[in-house]
């Protein structure tokens, strides 16, 4: 059926066209006016997820996260929105057990098994949360009877949204403030029995070794032990000179040198020299001979005397020097057991300062946390912030009558056209040239006019080319 056939069935039967028009749209106008009107509040949300962390330990906004992970962060903030806790939290708030709605339909349900699952049920089914696309912004709608319960509604699902954030935020924060303050009291313990170890340790063993005290114990014994290798070189020396001593004090320089010494040998020189003129003018017999022999032996044996006395001078002097060099020796004994002493206690309080400092950091760290968890745990902030609280709607969102009837329109006038077409083929006619060729198996040779273009003398219409149906049968 081509234009021409269904413009001339439309012609044909406009009546039943008009009919079924007129019927849709009149149904839909009548419809639209006597439904219950229903009306639709809004809230706009502004989602950050920094917002909330006052510490600022949180990973950054959400601006900064990759568009994946924000749409999926948005998409998880519109399934808490139209969640269950949420809606069971609003229907208790706002005591929607007692709207007519809810009375209506719970009165109407058959298996409810809880009255507030139910009306959280059928306020889930009125709620509708849009986010918009490359955006923080997220939008939730309620749409009700009534419009004050509307918008309570919808602020109702703010303000539970808000606090269940809050909630999901501070709850964590309480759990860990209640851990760190358990554990706080036993790493209190640990430090105060490592702080009374070390002190203890340090009374027990009456010191307060540090580094400066340990330079200068040091120093000492170094000192101590130089002197000791000049005790031993003196020593040495002087049981050398001793055993020069015993053997031939004349050749030890300090003897040979002394002035007693030299005033003596130079009188033994002298009884020896007269002694000697003696025996060349006397001969041995003789008393100046004799007297000269005894003044020489006199000279000699106070000689020999005096260098006794010095040899054993020089005797106690090494012993002198082996009884220093053995004083020093057990001098740096002691002094290197007190240093190795003390580099003991320091192992040991270093030992011990280390654990009252890692005890300490520890429990540092975990106050910290405490506090940051206590704090974290008081806040009241949220990750949402509420850009347009809803509204009283004034105007009512359904139904839409003057949308409903130009839609009515639309579809009256397609189906209205199907219903003339579909009467036209269960009562065929023909109307045009197509017709008859469709119903007639031979060529069309012409078309009449109408009666009266013949009575006018109208002569007919010649179809050429074989009768090829062109132009309109009269009726």
């Known amino acids: 059926m081509n234009f021409l056939q269904l413009l001339t069935v439309v012609r044909a039967r406009w009546t039943i066209a008009v009919a079924v028009f007129a019927t849709v749209v009149g149904v839909t106008t009548v419809l639209s006016l006597i439904l219950p009107k229903q009306y639709t509040a809004s809230v706009n949300f502004v989602i950050d997820p920094k917002g909330g962390d006052v510490l600022g330990n949180s990973g950054g906004s ?3 996260m990759t568009p994946q992970l924000a749409a999926t962060y948005m998409a998880t903030q519109a399934q808490i929105l139209q969640s269950k806790r949420i809606a069971t939290q609003v229907v208790r708030k706002l005591n929607l057990l007692e709207e007519p709605l809810i009375k209506r339909e719970l009165a109407e349900a058959t298996d409810v098994r809880s009255p507030e699952e139910f009306a959280s ?3 889930g089914k009125r709620i ?7 955006s923080q912004l997220l939008t939730i709608s309620v749409t009700w009877p009534n419009p004050e319960t509307a918008a309570a509604i919808a602020n109702g699902f703010a303000d539970a949204y808000r606090g269940f954030t809050t ?7 309480r759990q860990s403030a209640e851990f760190f303050n358990e554990q706080l009291k036993t790493l ?3 430090l105060e029995r490592a702080q009374a170890k070390l002190s203890a340790y340090q009374q027990e063993n009456k010191i307060a070794v540090s580094d400066a005290r340990m330079d200068i114990e040091s120093a000492r014994l170094a000192e101590l032990s130089s002197q000791l290798s000049q005790a031993q070189g003196a020593s040495a020396d002087a049981r050398a000179r001793a055993l020069q001593g015993g053997r031939a004090g004349s050749a030890i320089p300090e003897i040979a040198t002394s002035g007693i010494i030299t005033q003596l040998r130079s009188e033994v020189a002298r009884a020896q020299s007269e002694l000697d003129q003696a025996a060349k003018a006397y001969g041995p017999n003789h008393p100046s001979y004799q007297q000269r022999a005894a003044q020489l032996q006199t000279a000699q044996a106070s000689l020999d005397r005096e260098l006794r006395s010095l040899s054993g001078s020089m005797g106690s002097a090494s012993q002198a020097s082996e009884q220093r060099e053995a004083e020093l020796r057990r001098a740096v004994e002691n002094q290197r057991q007190k240093v190795l002493e003390f580099g003991r206690q320091r192992d040991d309080l270093s030992v011990l300062s280390r654990e009252v400092d ?11 946390r405490f506090a940051e968890s206590n704090i974290q745990s008081q806040a009241s902030v949220t990750d949402a912030t509420v850009l347009n609280a809803a509204t009283v709607p004034a105007i009512a969102s359904k139904p839409k009558v003057f949308l409903n009837i130009l839609v009515s329109m639309v579809g009256g006038a397609l189906l209205a056209l199907c219903v003339a077409i579909l009467v036209e083929l269960a009562d065929r006619r023909v109307r045009t040239v197509y017709d008859a060729a469709d119903f ?3 060529p069309i040779l012409g078309v009449l006019p109408p009666a009266s273009a013949r009575l006018q003398g109208s002569p007919a219409v010649a179809l050429p080319g074989g009768g090829n149906p062109k132009g309109l049968l009269g009726r």
């Not at 909630?167 to 924060?173: F, L, V």
């Open 121 to 123: 049920e059928v306020l």
């Open 167 to 173: 909630q999901m935020r501070t709850q964590p924060a």
């Open 62 to 64: 959400i601006a900064m």
């Open 128 to 134: 509708d949360v849009a986010a918009a696309k490359d």
């Open 358 to 368: 890692s005890a300490q950091k520890v429990f540092d760290l975990a106050l910290q």
């Open 188 to 190: 209190r313990s640990d």
């Open 440 to 442: 007639v198996d031979a």
